[in-house]
């Protein structure tokens, strides 16, 4: 079985997995309590990165630290929380306020996705290093601190992701059934007009919810950077697409589905386009006498194909099927 | 208050006293603005022009939620219940004031679970008073719509002081027997607990005997009011309700 890939593309990919979950949750949020689908949500994620990058400038330029999967993802979730509560209170709630409907709140984050991409960049190309000459473009993954684990070595940031998404996802869990706050929220997702009428604060509950939202960009973005060969905010255009798919396949609806949705998409992007490559590159291909050629570029074909297979079978995504049905099925079987 | 959608004028200078522990009934034709006076005194909609005084308070700035936590209750005339929630959880949602409401005190148990002890009792007690204990373990999908409603006016009954309570149709779509039944626990509440209620009911012959003062409105103007068996005889009412 030449063509599996190794341990450390298994491990990069659920990573990547894993920051797509967190990403694809937070956009199920903001959009299950305000009804608004973000474009912006991938480049708020980008200022985590940016963090990251500052930090590797301005602490850690010595080189990799562990130091570094603490600062740089506590700091990111609370300057990416902070700027999406500006979106929202400054931007999203007047327009909605106005009357504006989901399609003209869906551009205007369009707008604002553009404006963070332009300030980000103009960030990276104008704060001048300090240890090191170029922000913009800088490769961080020299900063990841490496582990040799199983008899591969792997990068510290591929280890750190799927616990942070855990522990995050854990810790929302709590507040959102432990927690009065959370139980506000819940009503408010369930029904915002009765919530409101028996005296909850479903504008404080929407605030939070951004807050949550960005916050939880902040750290994959953060994290993920590690993986990005370069740190550039262009890079949230293709990013976004992959969050928006896992929140689809999730069902857009739910927001745990969203993280299973993104962890799904995600794993299919890398670990399935990387099996599929050397399945043909190794296997068919010199079999056939066909020629070889990388599949890698590829791997957002992977991801929207799965939206739309998903969408044909189960219109409302993961989270509207009757696994309950399928699971007697199987249990009846055996 | 004056309220207008474009052109339509929803409520023209429409002035009312809803008096202090009282029931009040408010009727009128479909279309005589009923609905959006419900609205606005509740804060769903702001008046163009006017003001809501609540127990001398103007709250005419204040959003629902904080309206609420004045005392200013509201029901829908479709029973909206959380349907994840069974009946003694929804009755007990309603209680405002809890101190682990906090994102940061909710954490702490010790804080909020007293509070919490006595609001389960309250609910408990309070869909007895309603005669909807035997229900306390349904969710609302497994309640008929009468016992919606009755479950409608147990959660009006959890704030600590209800100052007035905004019932929009209660016995709409329930047989008679039991809105009879919904009139008279409104009318146990109204009587032992002092609270004031403002009643929207399109079945006059059944409400007449429980209210005790009456508002008629038509074209978006109060037409009549006073003693309810007065003002539904008041010829305007009744020409309203027949051109209308």
């Known amino acids: 079985m030449g063509f599996l890939p190794n341990g450390t593309f298994v491990m990069a990919s659920i990573a990547y997995a894993s920051a797509l979950g967190l990403l694809s949750m937070g956009l199920s949020l903001t959009f299950v309590t305000t009804r608004i689908a973000n474009f912006a949500h991938a480049t708020i ?33 609370l300057l990416a929380g902070a700027f999406a509560v500006f979106m929202y209170i400054v931007i999203m709630k007047p327009l909605a306020d106005r009357g504006n409907g989901v399609t003209e709140l869906m551009i205007a984050t369009f707008a604002v996705d553009i404006i963070l991409i332009n300030i980000l960049s103009y960030l990276l190309n104008a704060i001048r290093g300090v240890h090191i000459p170029k922000l913009i473009g800088l490769n961080v993954s020299s900063w990841d601190a490496r582990i ?62 951004w807050f949550i939202s960005g916050g939880l960009a902040g750290v994959a973005g953060s994290l993920l950077a590690f993986s990005l060969k370069d740190t550039s905010p262009n890079d949230s255009a293709l990013i976004i697409v992959s969050v928006f798919a896992g929140s689809i396949v999730g069902g857009l609806s739910h927001v745990y589905w969203g993280l299973i949705g993104g962890f799904i998409v995600g794993l299919m992007e890398k670990l399935g386009t990387g099996l599929l490559d050397n399945f043909y590159n190794q296997l068919l291909a010199p079999a056939l006498g066909w020629t070889s050629f990388s599949m890698i570029n590829y791997e957002k074909l992977m991801s929207l194909g799965l939206v739309v297979v998903i969408l044909l079978f189960a219109p409302e995504g993961l989270a509207g099927v009757d696994w309950g049905k399928y699971l007697r099925k199987i249990k009846r079987r055996w | 208050m004056v309220k207008n959608f474009g052109a339509l004028k929803a409520l023209d200078r429409v002035n009312m006293e809803i008096p202090r522990g009282k029931i009040t009934l ?5 279309g005589s603005g009923k609905t959006t006076l419900m609205n606005i005194i509740s804060g769903v909609y702001k008046p163009d022009a006017g003001k809501i005084i609540l127990d001398g308070e103007d709250v005419t700035n204040l959003d629902t939620h904080e309206r609420f936590r004045k005392g200013l209750v509201r029901n829908f005339q479709i029973p909206r219940l959380f349907q994840g929630l069974i009946t003694l959880e929804n009755v007990a949602f309603a209680r405002y004031g809890n101190p682990g409401e906090g994102v940061i005190s909710g954490t702490m148990k010790r804080r909020w679970f007293k509070f919490e002890y006595e609001t389960l009792k309250r609910a408990a007690e309070t869909i007895t008073f309603t005669k909807i204990r035997h229900l306390w373990d349904k969710k609302p999908s497994e309640l008929s719509g009468g016992q919606m409603k009755l479950l409608e006016v147990a959660r009006s009954l959890m704030p600590d002081e209800p100052k007035i309570v905004l019932m929009d149709e209660p016995t709409s779509g329930v047989n008679p ?21 403002l009643v929207v009911e399109h079945r006059l012959d059944i409400a007449v005997g429980y209210v005790d003062y009456a508002y008629a409105m038509a074209f978006g103007k109060v037409i009549a009011h006073g003693e309810p068996e007065a003002v539904l005889n008041d010829p305007r009412v009744i020409e309203s309700y027949l051109g209308g």
Do not use: W
């Open chain 2, 177 to 197: 027997v039991l809105a009879h039944e919904i009139f008279q626990r409104i009318r146990d509440v109204n009587r032992k607990r002092r609270v004031t209620f």
């Open chain 1, 148 to 209: 040799h684990c199983c008899g591969v070595i792997l990068q510290a940031s591929y280890i750190v992701l799927p616990i942070a998404a855990i522990l995050l996802t854990l810790a929302f869990h709590f507040f959102l059934t432990k927690t009065k706050f959370g139980v506000a929220m819940r009503a408010t997702i369930e029904n915002p007009d009765l919530a409101e009428v028996m005296g909850v604060n479903t504008n404080m509950v929407y605030t939070v919810s």
């Open chain 1, 45 to 77: 994620g980008m200022i985590g990165a940016f963090v990251l990058t500052l930090l590797v400038d301005r602490v850690y330029y010595t080189g990799p630290s562990y130091q570094i999967f603490i600062t740089a993802p506590v700091l990111s979730f």
């Open chain 2, 26 to 30: 408010l009727i009128g034709p479909n």
